[in-house]
C-alpha cells in the first residue's frame, strides 16, 4: 500500500484557490489516486479520482504530474463551508483494496 | 445524501454494556466496511464484509463483532464497552469488494459513560 504524506492543516480566506499536495512516492503502477473530504461529525465524501494528468468536476481539479509521485487537489474560490479534512488515497481497485484514510489535511477558510 | 444508513445517530450507554449499530448499505452494494473515529486515532478501519462474508479485518477489539445479513445490512456489535471506545462509527459500502470509491454514511456517535 501507497503511503501517502500531506499537510497536517492549512489556512486560507474565502475566495482563494486552495492546492493542497500529497505525496506518494511508492505509487505502483495500477494505482489510482482518491481524494475524499469530511466535514466535522460527518462520514468522509468522495470528491475525486485521478490516474494521471488532469481531473475537473464541479467541485475541484485533481493535477497529477507524470511520475506520479505526487498530487495536488485544487479547490477554486473556496468558501467558509468548504473548511473540511481533505483525505488523498492511493491504491488500486481490486479484492484486497481497503480505503485506509492517514491523518488528512485539515483546511480552514477565514472569512 | 450518500444512500448509506445509520441507526442510530447517537447512543449513550454505560461502562460493561453491549450495544448493536446498524448500516444498510447504498442500493446495490455488496460491500461494506466499518471504521472507527476517535480524536486521538483518527479514522480506523474495523472490518470488511463483502455479499455475506467477512472480506477483511482491520483493527478491530475482539470486544466487537460484525455480520452481514442476507439483505446486505451490517450490524457493528460492541460488548463490554469500555470509555475509550465512546467515538464515531461510520459504515461504508461500495458495490464490488476493492473499488476505490466508498460511500459513507453520516455514523453513530457511541458515548460511553
Known amino acids: 500500500l501507497a503511503k501517502t504524506t500531506q499537510p497536517i492543516s492549512m489556512d486560507s480566506y474565502e475566495g482563494q484557490e486552495v492546492n493542497i499536495t500529497c505525496s506518494h512516492n511508492n505509487i505502483a503502477t495500477n494505482d489510482y489516486i482518491t481524494w475524499y473530504q469530511q466535514f466535522p461529525s460527518q462520514g468522509p465524501r468522495f470528491i475525486i479520482q485521478?490516474?494521471?494528468t488532469k481531473v475537473t468536476n464541479e467541485v475541484a481539479s485533481l493535477f497529477i504530474p507524470a511520475d506520479r509521485k505526487s498530487s495536488t487537489l485544487s479547490l477554486p474560490r473556496v468558501s467558509l463551508s468548504d473548511t473540511a479534512v481533505y483525505y488523498c488515497?492511493?491504491?488500486?481497485?481490486?479484492?484486497?483494496?481497503?480505503?485506509?484514510f492517514g491523518r488528512g489535511t485539515s483546511l480552514i477558510v477565514h472569512p | 445524501d450518500s444512500g448509506v444508513t445509520q441507526t442510530p445517530k447517537h447512543l449513550i450507554t454505560a461502562t460493561g454494556q453491549r450495544v448493536t449499530l446498524r448500516c444498510s448499505p447504498r442500493?446495490?452494494?455488496?460491500?461494506v466496511y466499518w471504521y472507527q473515529q476517535s480524536l486521538d486515532q483518527g479514522l480506523q478501519f474495523l472490518i470488511q464484509?463483502?455479499?455475506?462474508?467477512?472480506?477483511a479485518k482491520g483493527n478491530i477489539l475482539e470486544r466487537f463483532s460484525a455480520q452481514q445479513f442476507p439483505d446486505l445490512h451490517s450490524e457493528l456489535n460492541l460488548s463490554s464497552l469500555e470509555l475509550g471506545d465512546s467515538a464515531l462509527y461510520f459504515c461504508?459500502?461500495?458495490?464490488?469488494?476493492?473499488?476505490?470509491?466508498?460511500?459513507f454514511g453520516q455514523g453513530t456517535r457511541l458515548t460511553v459513560v
Open positions: 461504508a459500502s461500495s458495490v464490488r469488494a476493492g473499488d476505490t470509491e466508498a460511500f
Open positions: 485521478g490516474y494521471k
Open positions: 442500493s446495490g452494494d455488496l460491500s
Open positions: 464484509y463483502y455479499n455475506g462474508e467477512e472480506r
Open positions: 488515497l492511493v491504491g488500486a481497485s481490486g479484492g484486497s483494496y481497503i480505503p485506509t
